[in-house]
């Protein structure tokens, strides 16, 4: 069913939710969170991603409030994973981006739902502040239930890691990696003896990029903190998160629903996937249609897009090493 099936005219204007953009794969609405969740049909989506406003009283424009009591803010964000769970398909997918503070509660609810814990996934950001007698907080959690046995998981691999001073493979899993496929492979499944394990590794290639499956701990996801690829003032995300997890927990042709859309960079990531999506935001919906519109326009952001271009260091040249042009 093409999402803009599951919720008609009528039903919208009767909830209150606005449109405000149409593309082939997916509709935007501007309005409430739980008016767009409650307008949908019982298990009529894949995917739920949710980076709901984490109540530490930041703005983000007209209409959103982001400074609540703690219960207040609980028994709201019940409501909206309550119906989440319910539009949800048998196997469909629930991701929750947020603080570890509230992704504890969360698991917590919706494990009384019973809803199938996947995974707890740990982004890592790094250049934190620490608050009082606190640690440095350096990730946020994204949780990832599914609607029981999911009924799609593609193996999605990310590149490994290098040192980013000599550009050397930073060795979790022992030595430099030979013939690797280009498009990602599983190296253990490959590579089960020691001495292709732990074979020491060759000088470094600076052109090679190698895989390996994706892990519980994400260190490769950039804040957007940059004005030139930021699409609004508070907080969004990077569309390698979002790539990523729409890659992984969907195929082709389903449905992916965000009812908190912000920048729309979960509505930017669907359509280059070629699948289909709906979404609300309550607030400025600019920010999101602006992005959309790049796109139809043919204006890719690159996965890593968001840390802009890195300048990379040149040798010193030793005065020795300087040659004197002769003239001619």
Known sequence: MLPFRLITTDAATQKGLQQVYMSEYGILYQGDCLKLLSALPDESVDIVFADPPFNLGKEYGKGVSDRMEADKYLDWSQQWLSESIRVLKEGGSLFVFNLPKWCIDYGAYLNQKGMWFRHWIACRMPKAFPRGKKMSP????????????????????????VCRHCGGEIRDYGGHRKKLNEKGINLMDVWDTPEDVWENAAEADFTEVLWTLTEEMWTDIPPVRHRRHKKRVSNELAPIMLERII???????????????GSGTTFYAAEKLQRY????????????????TDLANGIIEQWESARGIKKLKQPKTTASQQQIPHST
Do not use: C
């Open 247 to 261: 890659a992984m927990a969907s195929n082709p042709g389903q449905i992916v629903v965000d009812p908190f859309g």
């Open 138 to 161: 350096a990730h946020y959690g994204l949780i990832y239930y599914t609607k029981g046995e999911p009924a799609v998981f593609n193996k999605v691999y990310t590149p490994i890691q």
């Open 277 to 292: 999506w709906i979404g609300s935001e309550i607030g400025d919906t600019e920010p999101a249609i602006e992005r959309l």
